[in-house]
């Protein structure tokens, strides 16, 4: 027809390819860094939860970019598992990314990881409880992302990663990274922490 525009297109950032439908997902720009940034942190073997995984904005860098064992890559999207699919095979990372289709509240795949990936906004901290019901055992890394009001950084975070990892069996050893990541709103930012955690 003309006029029409096809609305699937392959983005590119960071090594990797993206296939994505625009009218149907959304592909946050802000987050580049962070998506860069995260495969350098993995060590050897690592299995690693993506909670929210999309079209596979993390995943997809960390398989390509570390020496990570496993990823499993959470997302209850339909049409973005497609995509995330597709992503795996374009970027050749089918050997290390296992796509989970489902709600990352009712996945059960264990206490495994000993890395989680929580890029979602608003509301993370509604899923730390989760989180945890996935980090092994001996604790792990928490890479929490959320939004909070400038006058509230960074207590307020650092109390709710503290308070429900302790109720959930684990205590807050150390921060090794926190950021803003992007303003949000006035006064409003987009942030994210890495915390590290051990059983208790």
């Known amino acids: 027809l003309a006029g029409s525009k096809d609305p699937v297109t392959i983005h590119r950032e960071n090594g990797c390819v993206f296939m994505l439908d625009v009218t149907k997902i959304m592909f946050a720009k802000g987050n580049l860094y962070e998506r860069g940034r995260i495969p350098k942190l993995v060590s050897k073997g690592e299995i690693i939860v993506d909670m929210f995984a999309g079209i596979g904005y ?3 860098p960390i398989a390509k970019f570390s020496d990570a064992k496993t990823i499993y890559a959470i997302e209850k999207n339909p049409v973005a598992v497609e995509f995330l699919k597709e992503n795996i095979r374009l970027n050749k990372v089918g050997n290390k990314i296992i796509p989970v289709l489902g709600d990352c509240r009712y996945v059960k795949v264990g206490k495994i990881a000993d890395r989680i990936i929580m890029g979602y906004l608003p509301g ?4 730390l409880p989760y989180a945890f019901d ?3 055992d001996t604790g792990g890394i928490l890479h929490y992302h959320d939004i909070f009001a400038k006058e509230d950084l960074w207590e307020k975070p650092l109390h709710l990663l503290e308070t429900i990892g302790f109720r959930s069996g684990y205590v807050l050893d150390k921060i090794t990274y926190k950021n803003i990541v992007k303003s949000y709103a ?3 930012f987009h942030i994210v922490i890495d915390a590290v955690f051990y059983q208790r």
């Open 134 to 136: 996935m980090l092994k």
């Open 58 to 60: 993390f995943s997809i």
């Open 186 to 188: 006035p006064n409003i």
């Open 124 to 127: 993370t901290s509604e899923y």
